[in-house]
């Protein structure tokens, strides 16, 4: 059996009841375009293969690759790619068909992740993602709650976001010093909410949380003035976590106006 390696932040699922729980979640049929970022030892991988016949794995440790191949040619047709996830791109699949990620995410690279897979949100039709705990709740977080931030804004921009079910620390081998959950991800097709420019919209919401404690008329300074804010019917008193989605998105749109 392979061991993990540190400088890839390796943590194997081995916990059968988890696997059976993301299974579910999943539901992978045959025709499904899935693919499974990292997929370790195959905890995921196999079942996932059995269910679905074909599969398109990304993994960076090329130690890992040929146990991988090997055992699964007994359940299906597996691609692995050894790549590095954050510098891979989805390559776009013929009409009608979109991918299906799932994957346990290392934990120093989730955020980033996240934010280089919705550059390519059009080609995907859902994501299950193992994370840490505290990521998950920030993604799933309502505007006002103390986890709401930058990445609950631009996740929910982007996605329909669930919060499935806690993960353990002794689900996995070596175990996290930290808590796991896995969370559903659905790109939408279309948002509900005009952001005029993603760019700018960006921004404002990057900037706006990078002094979360200072209110909006304070953070947002560099690029708007109070009078701006007023005139989309915010409070400029306010603080970044106090504001919806949709207030963003005023921001954005008459800044560009």
């Known amino acids: 059996m392979q061991r993990a390696r540190k400088r890839f932040g390796q943590h194997f699922l081995h916990d059968q009841r988890v696997i059976e729980s993301i299974l579910r979640a999943v539901d992978p049929r045959p025709g499904d375009r899935l693919l499974e970022i990292g997929p370790g030892q195959g905890a995921l991988t196999y079942p996932l293969l059995e269910r679905c016949q074909e599969l398109v ?71 299950h993602f193992m994370v840490q705990k505290e990521v998950a709740l920030r993604i ?11 990445l609950s804004v631009m996740l929910q921009y982007h996605c329909e976001c669930q ?31 005009d952001i005029g420019n993603y760019e700018v919209f960006s921004t404002i919401v990057q900037t706006a949380f990078g002094q979360r404690r200072k209110t909006i008329s304070n953070s947002l300074k560099p690029l708007m003035d109070r009078a701006l ?25 008459a800044l560009i106006q």
């Open 57 to 127: 794995a990304i993994e960076l440790d090329r130690d890992l690759i040929p146990a991988l191949e090997s055992r699964a040619a007994r359940y299906g047709k597996l691609e692995i790619i050894n790549a590095d996830i954050l510098e891979y791109r989805l390559p776009a699949l013929p009409p009608g068909n979109a991918w299906r990620l799932v994957g346990n995410l290392p934990y120093n690279i989730s955020t980033p992740l996240m934010f280089h897979l919705l550059e390519s949100a059009q080609l995907i039709k859902d994501m």
């Open 140 to 150: 799933v977080a309502p505007p006002g709650d103390t986890d709401y931030g930058r």
């Open 163 to 193: 919060y499935l079910f806690d993960v353990a620390p002794g689900s996995f081998t070596p175990p996290p010093r930290v808590d796991s959950a896995v969370i559903r991800l659905r790109p939408l097709l279309e948002s509900e909410h």
């Open 229 to 253: 804010i007023i005139a989309c019917d915010i409070d400029p008193g306010l603080r970044a976590q106090n504001l919806q989605l949709a207030d963003f998105a005023k921001l954005s749109r």
